[in-house]
């Protein structure tokens, strides 16, 4: 089978930062902090503010902006209500902000999908958008976006990426749907008489200010039962933080934009994106991505939602069998409902279904590990890839020396639990110039592109940087063995 390499290499850049919090945890020092900086004259002030500006303006595009609300934060621990001059709010601003340098670790496990806009393009070319896992200090994940064109001969051209990077703004009082978040919180357990107490005040729909008083008027009526509904309330808040709505301007270029961990379920990274772009019965068309929310413990499987790449919803999964990593949803329902697979005992694929893409209870046994490059694990590499002779599922393998390698099968297009053809040798497998990295023998993709007959296949290098693969449908099709 000839698979062509086409040399284009992503690699991590240092220079690449976003302005992101520094979050002082000892309230004590949050004051003495602000007391040094109150305590310089306003000659002072101005010097010190005039080196960041120097130091940092070019840097961002929004600086002055994010200084200003980082004040707005800590203004509690300001011990006067002595007016502030706007150069002293902005440096004690200065004062707990940092710079993250997001990708300066590693630049992998991209995913990649037909861009919204597909407008003003030559016959037989079509635009891209790429997302890639960026690793940074503290080995914290968080997805970022590369653009690009294919053309006619399934070039690859990628857009030039610019030096800014700009984390989204959170969605003022987005709102929460009472029915869905009930079921979740039954989901969790939690359901009881003060979570129906805090219900039954709530609207059909809420916000996250809504809930937390409504939480703390419940509280407050309940002095006796305190010790008992304080847990509940903190996961109830828990919850809806873990369910939010993001926001970038339109005028952030796709490689300025990067979701960064928001979430309780989030601290410590967002991980592997698979996107897929989404066609609903109706019509309606939108890209769903699941991911890997970690909190430094435990390991959450999430989705994002969104139809611009702009305004983003996320929430949580839920259900007996949401565990685990690797989910892939299927681009269209199938049989009148969702399908995803997955890989619960992180050794086999399965495939579920479910009614609510929210919510998934079941799961069936699609394939197991069979050749010898994947007798470790068997899992997805992206959403399946449909084909007039079936789904078209690209996998990966974990062999002898904890080799990754990626393979292929195909499923039936009316009952996805048949495999009707399989690759018994490795599609891709890590050659002398991709096997050395952060984890080294390893080939990995969330997400792969068909553009005509031809398959674009973007993939991580052992856990380091991000390349691309081509390869003709049907030669891979032509090369499964057939059951």
């Known amino acids: 089978m000839d698979v062509k390499r086409t040399g284009i290499i992503l690699k991590p850049s240092n220079s690449r930062v976003v302005i992101r919090p520094f979050e002082v ?32 303006h070019e840097r961002h595009q929004r600086t002055r902006e994010f200084l200003a609300h980082r004040f707005e934060q800590v203004r509690p621990y300001v011990l006067t209500d002595k007016p502030l001059s706007e150069s002293r709010r902005l440096l004690i601003g200065a004062y707990f902000t940092q710079e993250y340098a997001l990708e300066s670790a590693a630049l992998f496990n991209p995913s990649m999908v037909l861009h919204p806009d597909q407008s003003a393009l030559p016959e037989g070319w079509c635009r891209f958008i790429l997302s890639l896992r960026a690793t940074g200090e503290g080995h914290i994940s968080s997805i970022t976006f590369r653009s690009g064109v294919l053309d006619a001969e399934n070039r690859i051209r990628m857009d030039e990426p610019t030096r800014f990077v700009e984390a989204p703004e959170m969605v003022p009082n987005a709102l929460y749907e009472k029915a869905l978040f009930y079921r979740k919180l039954i989901e969790l357990g939690i359901n009881g008489p003060l979570t129906d107490q805090v219900m039954a005040v709530l609207g059909d729909q809420f916000t996250l200010n809504e809930l937390e008083h409504t939480t703390q008027n419940v509280a407050r009526h309940n002095r006796a039962r305190q010790r008992e509904f304080e847990p509940i309330a903190q996961t109830m808040i828990m919850l809806a933080k873990s369910n939010y709505e993001i926001r970038f301007s339109p005028d952030l270029d796709v490689s300025e934009r990067i979701i960064f961990p928001s979430s309780p379920t989030e601290t410590n990274g967002i991980e592997d994106a698979r996107f897929v772009k989404f066609t609903h019965d109706s019509g309606r068309v939108c890209y769903y991505a699941t991911y890997t929310a970690y909190d430094g413990r435990v390991t959450l499987p999430q989705m994002l939602e969104t139809e611009d790449f702009l305004h983003f919803k996320v929430g949580t999964l839920n259900g007996t069998e949401i565990r685990n990593k690797g989910f892939a949803l299927f681009p269209r329902m199938i049989n009148g409902q969702y399908a995803m697979l997955s890989r619960q005992d992180n050794e086999n694929i399965y495939l579920m279904y479910s009614d609510m893409l929210h919510f998934w209870y079941t799961k069936q046994l699609v394939a197991r590990p069979t050749y010898s490059w994947e007798f470790v694990q068997l899992g997805n590499c992206g959403s399946p890839i449909e084909t007039e002779a079936g789904w078209l599922v690209l996998t990966h393998g974990v062999g002898p020396m904890r080799k990754y390698a990626m393979g292929a099968m195909l499923l039936d297009l009316n009952d996805p639990t048949r495999v009707i053809g399989r690759l018994a ?11 050395e990295g952060y984890v080294p023998n390893v080939v990995y993709s969330c997400g792969a592109l068909p553009h005509g007959r031809e398959l674009i296949i973007p993939y991580a290098m052992s856990d380091y940087a991000s390349t691309f693969a081509t390869v003709a449908i049907d030669d891979v099709l032509n090369a499964m063995t057939r059951p």
């Open 25 to 56: 945890a000892n309230e004590s020092r949050i004051e003495k902090i602000i007391a040094r900086v109150s305590s310089l004259t306003e000659p002072e002030v101005e010097a010190v503010l005039l080196n960041v500006r120097q130091e940092f």
């Open 425 to 435: 040798t490795p599609l891709l497998e890590p050659n002398a110039n991709e096997r």
